[in-house]
């Protein structure tokens, strides 16, 4: 199948098929083509189908070429007019052919086009389209950290983004014309620029210099504040990737140059193909020499009194969760298709979008007030009530539980944050409380980091967790901090705690939580969770059901998607049995 036909399979599936465009195609493991052309050509017709409607239908192409659908003749004519090196089919083949033959009445229909928008040129056509684009899809700055693993704000500020116009808030890098940059007052080394330029054709992007990640997303690892006397740190559940170089880079920024004992970053990640993702973003960001990946590892079933971690003080957990602070990045680009043969086009007007449009995020009513759940691959899922959604995020708060819980069991920790893209509570302040009121936190002094103890920028963010949700406990409730999408700060939905040890009001026994067998090894219960040693079950009630890994990062990953392109499995049997505890140095 050629590449137009790919591309217009998947710009017809229909709404129920689920996703976005990007994981509409990189999900797909049957394209014959390669899977960023296909995203390319869609996402570009996509932008300019409003002309290209005009132009198709104005030449009443469809009329004389019976084998073009008006899907096929939007990527074609888009590609023979707007691509720089034309249709990418040989100048035999039929479907180019069918085109080209109407050379002349295409290019004077562009003219037309272009003329009714006023714009003097094509170039300023393309402005015109993909500001266009950008006011109706993007209203979210695009948020770019500068990975200091690879180079420096200043070299960037000074290089990459030498032409951008400095303005004073995110809402006038949205508004603002051309090029914006503003930098950002609470996270070091992020910056937000205008949502139509393209970082990702940029060296600084593609060589790791840069980093797309939502400034929400960079909250766990600044607020973490791990310092060279903390040890080594863990990230507890990796991939793709963003959080732990960004963790990386904070970490190396503040190692001494001196040759002083580098502190290392455990990396795990259960899911072996998001395991190879991750490798590959720890490499381009540079972070390789200091992370240490476990593949396919699940870190439930890593052992805290293993040797290897005896000077891990720090742990970042951000595990699977429900999405639902994903901001809509996601949903599927408007597509104008052309009236098919036969139909009785109406004359365009100029600059009029009321022309035919795909609804493909509308099924007729059928699914829109069910709620949705979104996976860690940004696969939808609808479901059928609110008591099943009620259920998904019991099941998915017990699991969030019990890795914090297992989290706050390594003997020379400190500090914990705790992060989801969840908006509900019950992934949130509910699972914090419930930590603390463990008895793994009551044994070993753990507590919330309250708000005044934050570092600057985390501590100065005003949009602190649900006092309601945090059952009328305001250290609580200020300690936490959280962000929504559409509140108009441009960021996603997010939330975050973090959680220090207070070793004076640890009641240790220094012999962990766990019942252990004869040999030491953690006992288990037929689905493998770990048996407490008071008699309570490490996961409470309903949780034993695999939690479904829902977290979109589809809003912070996008240099983990471009990287996640030539995924491969890697056999699950390489996953290390019952606990592990060592990266075998
Ligand atoms: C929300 S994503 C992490 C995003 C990542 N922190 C980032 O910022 O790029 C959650 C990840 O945790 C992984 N995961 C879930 N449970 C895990 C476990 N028990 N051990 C290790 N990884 C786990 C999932 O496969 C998924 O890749």
Known sequence: MSLYHEAAEILSLSPEAGGNLKTRIFNRKDLKSPQQQIYALALETCKWSAVLKEVIENAGILKLER??????????????????????????????????????????????ARLRRKAVSIDALRDQVEAAFAEKENLYPRWVRVNTLLTTL????????????????????????????????HVPNLLAVSPSFEITKTDAYKSGKVILQDKASCFPAYLLDAMPEDGDAIDTCSAPGNKTTHLTAIIRSRIPDAPVKQPKVFAFEKNPRRAKTLEKMVKLAGGDKITRIGFGQDFLKVNPAGSVYKEVGCLLLDPSCSGSGIVSRDSLPTLYLPEPAGANPQPPKAGKEQNRKRKRTDDGGK???????????????????????SARLEALASFQLILLQHAMEFPAAKKITYSTCSIHAQENEQVVLKALQSDVARRRGWRILKRQQQVRGMHEWPVRGSLEGAEGDEDVAEGCIRSYKDDGRGVMGFFVAAFTRDPDQAEDDGDGPYLRDDDGRIVRDKVGMPTMKYGQRALSQGSHEKPQDNTNRAAEDDNAEAADESYSEVDSDDVGDDEWDGFGD
């Open 67 to 112: 084998k073009l659908t008006p899907i096929l003749a939007s990527l074609l004519v888009h590609d023979y007019l707007l691509a720089k090196k034309g249709i990418a089919l040989p100048s035999t083949h039929g479907l180019r052919a069918a085109v080209e033959r109407h050379k002349a009445r295409l290019s004077s229909e562009l003219t037309r």
């Open 154 to 185: 200043e070299d960037q500020l000074d290089g990459t983004f030498n032409d951008f116009t400095r303005v004073h808030s995110t809402k006038d890098v949205i508004s603002g014309r051309g090029k914006c940059l503003y930098i950002d007052e």
């Open 367 to 389: 699914d829109a007030d069910k709620p949705v759940l979104v996976d860690d691959d940004g696969e939808e899922t609808v479901l059928s009530s609110e008591k099943e959604l």
